[in-house]
């Protein structure tokens, strides 16, 4: 009896309590604010010095940043970084499909290429074809090869491969290496499905692998592709060094050198670095966006779109503080 009469009383509590108002307490994250503290002071630091401390001498770089030699020397780094990237591109994709050959002998011969040449240091390599004289002679005939042997004229080894050619060659079929291992998991990624409908509609292998397979791995081989791009703009300046190509490193040395001038000048080539690094990153984003395109349902947004998300959710923040409309169009229960 006790017990049923309780019982009301207990429904009308529960009933009350659901209908009280939930405070919500926001979880505190003490580790958040010691870490922002801890990182705002070292960027402070880190800025403070960079513009206090005399030894940078800003005036030197202001001075010398779009100098001519300088200039030059940032031209040779991107011819460089293009002719070593269509030749490790090109190579490295024919190595790829020369990996996935039936035949043990095509695809075993791209295997010793791409364990030797990812076996060795690109600085090695570079002195190697700095030093292709040693091992050819002074001069290098040009002939009819075996059985015929009939030589038609002798071509000193600093014309048929000078500086700039031996620096695309060491860069270009090093980067081929990485470039097959990069194009052959694009291929793989690809489901066998794909070239199986198309050697039925009548496809040869090579017409699935360029009209089928190819396309659809593009949207795993662009982004590691965009990554090499930009570490080959830095790898040349290895070719300064080993080859004495007048890149923007090897400019930057020799002038300070003589002027002993060396943050400063140094501080030249970082800043250079950086402007083509960032304008390779932002192509290698819009190109990552356009293969994307079927295989998510909403693409990335670029930096104007964020910007002005931003930009219009700090605008709605305002006026909601301010007591006025947002902005946008009204949500769908106001329309109603």
Partial sequence: MTADADAPQAGAQIEGDAGA??????????????ATVIVAYVVVVFFHGLITNPNFEWSVVKKNLFDGFVIR???????????????????????AVMRLSPVRLISGTAWVYIWFFRG????????????????????????IPWPFGIVLAYVPVTKLIPILVAAVLGLG??????????????????????AEAASSI???????????????????IIPPTGNETIGMLKTT???GVALAVPDLTYVVTQVFSVTFQ?????????????????????????????????????????????FRALFLHNLTTVHSAEGRAPLGPPPPSAAR
Avoid: C, D
Wanted: charged share 10%; proline share 5%.
């Fill in 237 to 239: 300046s290895l070719a």
């Fill in 21 to 34: 108002e939930i405070k919500a307490v926001p979880a505190r994250h003490p580790g958040r604010w010691v």
């Fill in 202 to 220: 009548g496809m040869t292998r090579m017409q699935a692998l360029r009209l089928v397979v190819l396309p659809q791995a593009m949207r795993v």
């Fill in 262 to 306: 060396i943050i400063p000048w140094l501080l030249i080539a970082v800043i250079w670095y950086l402007i083509l690094t960032s304008i390779l990153t932002w192509g290698q984003f819009y190109v990552e966006r356009y293969y994307a395109r079927g295989s998510t349902r909403a693409l990335p947004p670029t930096p104007l779109q964020r």
């Fill in 173 to 194: 079929l090093n980067e081929a290496a990485y470039m097959a291992e990069i194009v052959r998991a694009g291929m793989v990624s690809v489901g066998e499905g794909q």
């Fill in 120 to 143: 060795t240091p690109v600085y090695v390599q570079l002195l190697f074809w700095g030093s292709i004289g040693a091992l050819t002679g002074k001069s290098v005939a040009l002939q």
């Fill in 73 to 95: 020397g940032v031209g040779y780094t991107l011819l460089l970084t293009f002719l070593s990237m269509i030749v490790g591109v090109a190579l490295g994709t024919l190595l």
